[in-house]
């Protein structure tokens, strides 16, 4: 009876041994594809923005990446609309409605050519400047600085300033891409904006 016991024993114990005596295997961690940086806007044909959530800021500044493609290229249906700037990226400030204060950069195809422009509204009324033009697939970086009683926009080596509605720091809500102006988008246009703050 020992000996069959014992023989229980080492049967009953053999699947462990067995086990034991593996190496380990490798252990496989799963690589997690990483998203894409930044966020590919989308202004579908015959509407003037995008979808996006209302998104509240307190901020002395915006900085972003941009990167335009051929989508980018237009022509409206009135001649006189080309000369409209389109809206890119910035907010509304002094706790009101953008309408009355804000500041974002802006843009248009216009003389055959891809331009970024200052674009702000100071107690109702309107601004605008040219700030330079720039090339279709290339990625630029913007910064808006809300300083004082002005806006502080740069596009590479580029400045420019517009005076200001209230001074301390900003304080409003997102702005995001827009088309136009009077005319809703000819066809869909798309901008990949990367926030860099």
Not at 47 to 63: A, D, M
């Amino acid at each position: 009876m020992k000996h069959v016991l014992r023989n229980f024993y080492l049967l009953a114990a053999f699947p462990f041994f067995l086990l034991s005596c593996h190496e380990p295997e490798e252990v496989v961690v799963p690589i997690v594809p990483t998203a894409e940086e930044g966020i590919n806007y989308i202004i579908k044909s015959g509407v003037h923005e995008t979808t996006n959530p209302l998104k509240g800021l307190q901020t002395n500044s915006l900085k972003f990446e941009v990167k335009f493609d051929a989508s980018a290229i237009y022509q409206t249906k009135d001649q006189s609309n080309q000369a409209d700037i389109n809206k890119l990226y910035g907010m509304s400030d002094c706790s009101t409605f953008h309408h009355q204060n804000s500041a974002r950069f802006g843009w248009r195809w216009y003389n055959n050519r891809l331009e970024l422009h200052a674009y702000s509204y100071k107690d109702g009324v309107n601004t605008s400047t040219f700030i330079t033009a720039i090339d279709l697939n290339k990625t630029y970086t913007c910064e808006l600085v809300l300083s004082g009683n002005k806006y502080i926009y740069k596009v590479g080596e580029r400045t420019v300033e517009h005076a200001r509605g209230c001074d301390g720091e900003g304080m409003g809500y997102q702005l995001y891409p827009y088309f136009g102006g009077d005319e809703t988008a000819p066809h869909e246009i798309n901008i990949k904006i990367k926030v860099l703050n």
